[in-house]
């Protein structure tokens, strides 16, 4: 079975442009989850969706939104770069049958610099 | 305080050697715990996943939680220098998947 999917690999934007990230999850997977990790700040969640919904959000700007398709393919958007935005962005993706308990599996990531 | 605290490292242990990775955690309510590796430049891989008080094994991997003392930790037997990654601790708190992180502790097998 095919692993998370993750597309640009790397990206160079300069401060002010805007960016789309994408991940298609594992097949069967419903929940896509996004994380941004920076040496600074470590890793981070950014938000999740499921059912095309956002279920949970984490502390970012309103800079940072995203979407969920039907076949639960996501995106994620960061408008107004900023140079802080620089990051490893993960998706990870989980069946979402057991609650809480579920187990998330990453992609391997965008790496964005922005200059 | 943190959420989720770890000893940032670096550990280094010979092969062959116990490594022993320590993580805890400020929030009562949680309700799932999580051990991820990651290698320099690659995203983080499962390692072991517990939700129950007591020891968890899978190989060389043992896994303890201990809720009332909110102390999750890692044992790895029989080190590897294929072992030397970071290794982050995570924690889910309520239903869905919002997984809250350790800064990682970095391990150093020496051979």
């Known amino acids: 079975k095919a692993g998370v999917t993750q597309t640009p690999r790397y990206l160079i934007k300069t401060r002010g442009q805007q960016v789309t990230l994408s991940c298609s999850p594992i097949s069967g997977h419903r929940s896509v989850s996004w994380y941004q990790q920076t040496p600074g700040q470590g890793l981070q969640f950014l938000f999740e969706y499921f059912s095309e919904t956002q279920r949970n959000k984490g502390n970012f700007p309103g800079r940072f939104s995203g979407r969920q398709f039907s076949n639960s393919r996501s995106e994620m958007n960061v408008s107004t770069l900023e140079l802080g935005d620089s990051a490893l962005y993960l998706c990870?993706?989980?069946?979402?049958?057991?609650?809480?308990?579920?187990?998330?599996?990453f992609g391997p990531g965008t790496r964005l610099l922005v200059l | 305080q943190k959420e989720v605290e770890q000893n940032s490292g670096p550990l280094s242990v010979p092969e062959g050697a116990i490594a022993s990775l320590n993580c805890t955690y400020s929030d009562r309510v949680s309700q799932s715990f999580f051990w991820y590796r990651q290698y320099s430049g690659k995203s983080p891989e499962l390692i072991m996943s517990i939700y129950s008080n007591g020891d968890k094994e899978d190989g060389r991997f043992t896994a303890q939680l201990n809720k009332a003392s909110q102390y999750v930790s890692l044992l790895i037997r029989d080190s590897q220098p294929s072992d030397s990654a970071t290794y982050l601790c995570?924690?889910?708190?309520?239903?869905?998947?919002?997984?809250?992180f350790g800064a990682g502790t970095i391990l150093r097998v020496k051979s």
């Open positions: 990870a993706s989980s069946r979402m049958t057991q609650g809480a308990r579920e187990t998330q599996y």
């Open positions: 995570a924690v889910n708190r309520e239903y869905g998947n919002k997984l809250v």
